[in-house]
């Protein structure tokens, strides 16, 4: 026999002739040869740290409506509620609808009331604000703020929705870890709601002796009717 042998390729047929299977070609890609990194998004107001947000507190009527700043007179109101555990609220509504009023908070540093704002979060709020002032012979110094920012930094004073007599302003610290304030508000903002925020003060840094922002939990709305 003179048969000649021929080897099989892999895939090969027996007795056809040897041919290559051929492979698929890539797709060609629609991208560009120079891949592009997305931009990161930028944070906004709304996803800031723990100032953005206040919760809801309840109002409980108090029997205490007495407070004396240091080195100021007695000063007794008609009206007085503790919102959530660690602010007192004081208040006595005139016939004209001004309002005599006081806060007194536990705070490490200031605290503020005031009112919320359009949307009932703190942003465009109007508040009475009590920080320490080393200066002053109450230990403590007040004045009014908009919230215009979540950062104390932002805030602008005097309020620009608060209208509040400014002889009226005065702010003590009547025992340790506690900070007070009064005012006397020529009217009343609409809406029933108020707001309270507390915070230590700035220790060290640019901002060494400033407000600091509220820690989480320290911001709440309530609902309080004049």
Avoid at 24 to 41: E, G
Avoid at 44 to 49: D, E, F, N, V
Avoid at 202 to 225: D, N, R, T, Y
Wanted: aromatic residues 4%; proline residues 12%; contains cysteine.
């Amino acid at each position: 026999m003179n048969e000649r042998c021929t080897k099989e390729e892999p895939g090969q047929r027996r007795g056809t002739p040897s041919s290559r299977i051929p492979l698929p070609t890539p797709p060609t890609s629609s991208l560009p040869h120079t891949l592009t990194r997305p931009a990161l998004s930028r944070p906004t107001p709304h996803t800031t740290a723990a100032a953005a947000r206040a919760d809801s507190v309840a109002v409980t009527p108090s029997p205490d409506t007495a407070l004396t700043l240091p080195g100021g007179d007695p000063l007794t109101f008609e009206n007085a509620a503790l919102l959530g555990e660690n602010t007192r609220v004081l208040w006595t509504k005139a016939a004209d609808g001004s309002v005599t009023g006081a806060f007194d908070a536990a705070s490490p540093g200031w605290a503020a009331f005031g009112f919320p704002g359009p949307k009932g979060s703190m942003l465009g709020g109007n508040v009475v604000i009590a920080s320490p002032d080393p200066a002053a012979r109450s230990l403590a110094s007040a004045r009014t703020a908009t919230l215009a920012g979540y950062s104390p930094d932002t805030f602008v004073s005097p309020a620009e929705g608060l209208k509040v007599a400014p002889a009226s302003l005065a702010a003590g610290i009547p025992a340790t870890g506690r900070i007070a304030a009064t005012f006397k508000l020529e009217a009343v903002p609409a809406g029933g709601k108020v707001m309270i925020a507390s915070g230590p003060m700035a220790s060290s840094g640019p901002l060494a002796g400033k407000m600091g922002i509220h820690p989480p939990g320290k911001a709440a709305v309530a609902e309080l009717a004049f």
